[in-house]
């Protein structure tokens, strides 16, 4: 009980990591820099962002901190692991070079197909009117990957040819992005899935399944979000399939990386779609999902800090235990997320709740609770089937009261 943690993040799985660190023996005190105003309840937040490397190991070195933990990519891709290790300080998450399984979807793509992990059939562009022939020569939708220096454009789905072009021009020839890439693969249909595993070198531990619900509104309709909830197990994933997963997916994916001499350490994890020709790979992102972490971490009996450690220290993470109960998760987001929202207003009933409360996105202002992001909170319940833990957060999750708020009232009964 006398091992001190930092975790670096300040959203809804960075709260779910801390709660499950507080949960261990080994655990006394746990910073979170920067976190936000739920965390503060479990944890010592300090004001450092995330991307501030030196101002963190600084503060690790100063503390004593025995272990960190990254929870955000950003993080990740100003190399902060490589820097913690060369300042010979413990530290869970991939090197940049790893880590660019999820920041470059070219890397990704090609590292797939040259392994044999099956993921959609694809080309990379830098030129718009090769790009153009070739959407021209697939089948509709096609699905546009921007891959370069200018985050945030991200995925496009074209229905038709002309909508493709609009989307490759921009993406290709808007010089003020800086010059990229777009990797144009084939659409793929099917329910997908979250598949993430602790993963050392060739040592790969799966976690528990989860599921996401991206569109904004209920029956999967309106734009895509960061997520607007979760569930923890699945049904629809047969015991084939995550074996299948394991195997053909994330173990393959985790020894490709060892090979191309840049080991992964940390959460490697599987956007995975199961489609009707068998299991394959939307994307790979480097980092705990969120808001998955909030539905699988509560579900995990054995030490979270262990797995940790051993990760950070080059070992096998050893094998992570679950309850039985399911849990599922749903995000109370600002009205007019994911485009402009307001922040700032009054958020009420929260000891109220029979659950976990996830703090998103919140501040507070003169002693009040108030909203202060997109996603701002989401309530966890657990039950003894999907359906009982939805009936339950549907239940908990009207008694926050605060008038800019919603939330979807179909979690867990979409695929
Ligand atoms: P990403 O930003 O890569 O997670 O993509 C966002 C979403 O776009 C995914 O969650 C999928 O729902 C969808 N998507 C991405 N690639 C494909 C694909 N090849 N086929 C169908 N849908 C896709
Ligand atoms: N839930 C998807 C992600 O974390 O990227």
Redesign the pocket.
């Known amino acids: 009980m006398n091992k001190t943690v930092l975790v670096i993040g300040s959203g809804g799985r960075c709260h779910a990591i801390v709660a499950a660190l507080g949960r261990s023996p080994h655990v006394g005190t746990i910073y979170c820099a920067p976190g936000n105003a739920g965390i503060s309840r479990a944890a010592t937040c300090v004001p450092i962002r995330e991307t501030e490397v030196d101002r963190l190991l600084d503060f690790a070195r100063e503390k004593g901190v025995d272990l960190t933990v990254v929870g955000p990519e950003a993080a990740l891709a100003v190399g902060i692991v490589d820097r913690f290790r060369e300042a010979g300080l413990r530290i869970f998450g991939p090197t940049r070079a790893a880590a660019r399984i999820e920041s470059s ?1 070219e890397f990704a793509k090609t590292l797939m197909q040259r392994n044999g992990i099956p993921t ?1 059939e694809y080309r990379t562009f830098r030129e718009v009117s090769e790009a153009c022939e070739y959407v021209k020569s697939r089948p509709f ?1 096609a ?1 546009l ?1 921007y891959d370069g220096l200018a985050a945030g454009k ?2 496009v ?1 074209a229905e038709t040819y002309p909508e493709a072009e609009a989307a490759l021009r921009d993406m290709l020839l808007d010089d003020k992005f800086g010059k990229g890439s777009v990797v144009v ?5 099917g329910p ?1 899935f979250s598949f993430m595993c602790l993963v050392s070198g060739r040592h790969v531990q799966p976690l528990a399944l989860a599921q996401d619900h ?1 569109r904004a509104f209920d029956g999967d309709k309106g734009p ?1 979000t960061g997520g607007m909830g979760a569930y923890s197990p699945l049904s629809f994933v047969t015991a084939e399939d995550e074996y299948f997963a394991l195997h053909e997916i994330m173990q393959r994916t985790a020894d490709a990386l060892c090979d191309e001499g840049c080991p992964f350490t940390g959460v490697l994890y599987g ?1 995975l ?1 199961k489609t009707p020709q068998g299991i394959k790979v ?2 790979f992102n480097a980092r705990f999902g969120d808001p998955e972490t909030e539905v699988v971490l509560p579900r995990m009996k054995s030490d979270l800090y262990e797995h940790f450690t051993r990760v950070a220290d080059g070992e096998d993470a050893g094998t992570p235990e679950w309850h039985d109960f399911a849990t599922l998760g749903i995000v109370m987001a600002s009205k007019g997320y994911p485009d402009a929202y307001e922040k700032g207003f009054p958020i009420e009933g929260l000891d109220d709740i029979d659950g976990e409360v996830f703090h998103m996105g919140t501040d507070v202002k003169d002693g009040q609770l108030v909203t202060f992001g997109g996603r701002v909170l989401m309530v966890v319940c657990q039950g003894a089937t999907v359906s009982e833990a939805r009936e339950k957060a549907l239940r908990e999750v009207k008694k926050i009261k605060c008038e800019n708020l919603f939330f979807r009232k179909d979690i867990g009964l979409q695929k």
């Open positions: 979807k959609a939708p699905v990957k991200g995925v789905i693969e084939d659409y793929l249909t997908e991206k895509n956007g779609m939307i994307e």
